[in-house]
């Protein structure tokens, strides 16, 4: 059994979870180390909300285990509840009711006396920038005043672990920034949270470590930076002195790099993909050596600058899109690939909109 202090918050093993003939997840094994936001990255349909309810002992497992802070999800559920908190995908406060009232019923629901939940109420609606909006029915509220309010009823009683599953799907930036703050304050006063996304910007502000899970099996694990470098790819930029020896130039950076080499509209700018196959070094590294040989041809290099891979790229590479990695069958040609983060997201999109409109 795992410690119930200075263990991880969450460990599972080999979770599964079946609806029918669908195995929503299907062998999960995470970690999640306590103190920290945990991105968990999907696309719908993934199995995030399905392996979240397991968690938070709103589903029972059909195989594996799964502990919170050392309890068992199953037989230790009421010592798992009493240390967790959910706010859900679709939000759960009542629409007639204000948000004080809301707050204030959830607060006297969790056994606070009524001037305590008044204060309690009034202090996480200045929090969550809501103070103006207090005394309105949630149902004149925004998506994100919505969502603001959602969070502050999950946190009424401060959990040891929050779930926030997909807490900023539908949001505009502004909100979706406002969210994030409050989940970096959050985890400022100690409570563990596992967040669930679709947006990979956001895995990568917030989360100390990701998982990426597709048709309910985690197929990449790691910190931000890891998830990135093992799909071992960036771009490098360069601008050149001279734009008529800029088809040359892109026959060296081919040559040198084994990639694809994009003309941007710019006369003298090029984009090259740098790809990280084991032996032959890192990004930067490569990099270097590609602008030595620019050099050595005699191409004067104005300006250049090296860009990681987007968590997005990452994505792509993990779940679908396999023309962007390196040494698979399909980067034969090294033309493959770049439209790939644009049709990604534009789905992605299309999908979230969808949703936020159901
Ligand atoms: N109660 C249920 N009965 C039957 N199938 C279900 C049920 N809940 C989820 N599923 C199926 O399990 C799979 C995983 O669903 P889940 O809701 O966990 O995905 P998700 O990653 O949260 O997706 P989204 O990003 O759309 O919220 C989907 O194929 C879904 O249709
Ligand atoms: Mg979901």
Redesign the pocket.
Known sequence: MSERTGGPAIETTGLV?V??E?R??DGIDLTVPAGTVYG?L????????????MLATL?RPDGGEARVFGHDVVKEAAAVRARVSLTG?YASVDEDLTGTENLVLLARLLGYRKPAARERAARLLEAFGLTEAADKQAKNYSGGMRRRLDIAASILNTPDLLFL??PT?GLDPRSRNQVWDIVRAVVAQGTTVLL?T?YLDEADQLAGRIAV?DN?KVIAEGTPGQLKSSVGSGSIHVRLRDADRRAEAQGVLARVLQTSVTLDHDPVALTARVMVDGAAGGPAERAAHALGELAASGITVDDFSLGQPSLDEVFLALTGDKRNRPGEAGDKSGTNGTNGTTNGTTDGTA?RKQ?ATA
């Open positions: 979870k609806f029918g669908k929503a997840v968990v999907g696309p719908n349909g993934a199995g995030k909300t399905t392996a979240v309810r589903l995908q599953d997909e799907t669930t679709q899970i309910g999908k949703e």
